[in-house]
């Protein structure tokens, strides 16, 4: 009876976890359909870089789940920031002062244009081209950069309230994904 009661916690856990996260989520496809219209991206390409851009997102946000889950276990007192940090988010949001996402000023997309020469035109679906001898990164990559690093400022708010619900690594990951 005891492992009955268990399974029953956890699986509640993992639904807590997934409705949060579902609940979370619903304005990120918005934004990225956004990018997308934003770059251009030709219809064709659409599927591979919202492919590679969750790949990127689901790294990201496993990160951020064993930080979170470390810091939880090492300084209990930590969630109660998480908590107020949520309740600040949550007022911004009432009061329609929701921060807009600029692509332009994504930190990885300058740290890219300062590595490497990006290209204006796609190159089919590759992520690099080479004109005139030098090698570019093409506005497929840029996207893909965009969406993965984009989920990151989805994640500051959505990974603290699954882990008011469970520190359990295993069921906050994958309710997030």
């Known amino acids: 009876s005891v492992y009955i009661f268990y399974g029953h916690q956890k699986a509640m856990e993992f639904l807590a976890g997934y409705l949060i996260e579902y609940s979370l989520s619903v304005d990120n496809l ?5 990018f997308f219209r934003y770059f251009s991206v030709p219809a064709e390409y659409e599927q591979k ?30 969630i109660y920031i998480f908590g107020a940090f949520l309740i600040f988010t949550a007022i911004q949001i009432a009061w329609g002062k ?20 990006v ?8 992520f690099f081209t080479v004109k005139k001898g ?3 990164a093409t506005p497929l990559l840029v996207v893909i950069l ?8 989805f994640a500051v708010d959505s990974i603290p309230a699954v882990l008011a619900v469970t520190t359990d690594p295993f069921i906050v990951y994958t309710s997030n994904v």
Not at 49 to 78: D, E, P, Q, T, Y
Not at 119 to 126: F, L, T
């Open 30 to 34: 918005f934004v990225f359909l956004l």
């Open 49 to 78: 870089s919202l492919i590679w851009g969750i790949i990127i997102a689901l790294i990201m946000r496993g990160i951020f789940i064993f930080a979170g889950i470390v810091l939880i276990n090492k300084f209990r007192w930590i």
């Open 98 to 117: 929701e921060h807009e996402v600029h692509p332009e000023k994504n930190i990885m997309i300058k740290l890219l244009r300062i590595l490497m020469p």
């Open 119 to 126: 290209s204006h035109e796609y190159s089919g679906g590759k």
């Open 134 to 136: 030098k090698r570019l």
């Open 146 to 153: 965009v969406l993965g690093t984009t989920d990151v400022f």
